[in-house]
């Protein structure tokens, strides 16, 4: 059976066993949604964010987010105006927890749909769903890219097949240096690497908005 989009369970003779899927930190789904991680801490102060799993360590808990509830996160700074409770958790139910309506709201292709009454509000989600996409696809490239060994620089992560640390590169974007400047220093990274590190120096930036994301229209009456 599947909950909330991220936990399978799995009975056999000997019980029942549950699965985890991939989830994120704070700061990793922060990096994939491009927001920094103030702002989901933030929300979860306010209660307005839910993740999907709370992992204790020690007496810490810390929050764990799935791939639909870094969507969500960024669907929710992007949007153009405060959300009431009940619409945020609706939105959960669609983004996170892979329901095709709920409450007011539904899902047509990518796009997010609210209605009541007549009155219909149409939120575009499709461009800021590729781009979580590529960025999860970008994040999971990396992992693998970035390799730490205690006989390379003290086991600091760098670029494999390297001595190049990417908090350094990272860190470069993060206070503005040109990027032909950081491509000429560092021949050896690619497109990718650099794009790579892009992704994490991206923690310190502040949310965008979309263009143009609603359409207004009254529904017909019914004959």
Known sequence: MRVAGIIYYY??????F???????????????????P??????????????????????VAH????????????VLVEFPFPLRKEDKEALAHILAGGRRSALHWSKRGADLIYRSGKAQVSFECGPLKQMVEKNL????????RVVSSPDI???????????????????????????????????????????????????????????????FRRMPQSL
Do not use: C
Request: hydrophobic share 35%; aromatic share 8%; net charge positive.
């Open 11 to 16: 009975a056999t003779q000997g019980g029942i």
């Open 18 to 36: 549950m699965v985890m899927s991939e989830l994120f930190s704070v700061n990793e789904a922060a990096a994939i949604a491009q927001v920094s």
């Open 38 to 59: 103030e702002t989901i801490r933030t929300a979860l102060e306010k209660k307005s964010l839910n993740p999907s799993l709370r992992q204790k360590k020690g007496k």
């Open 63 to 74: 929050p764990q987010f799935s791939a639909g509830d870094v969507l969500l996160m960024k």
């Open 137 to 144: 696809a970008l994040y999971r490239w990396g992992k693998r």
């Open 153 to 215: 620089l003290s086991g600091e992560p760098v670029f494999r097949g390297t001595r190049i640390p990417l908090q350094h590169v990272a860190e470069l974007y993060r206070k503005g240096v040109p990027e032909q400047e950081i491509v000429n220093d560092f021949p050896s990274l690619s497109r990718r690497d650099l794009e790579y590190a892009q992704l994490f120096a991206r923690f310190s930036s502040k949310p965008g908005r979309p263009k143009k994301p609603l359409s």
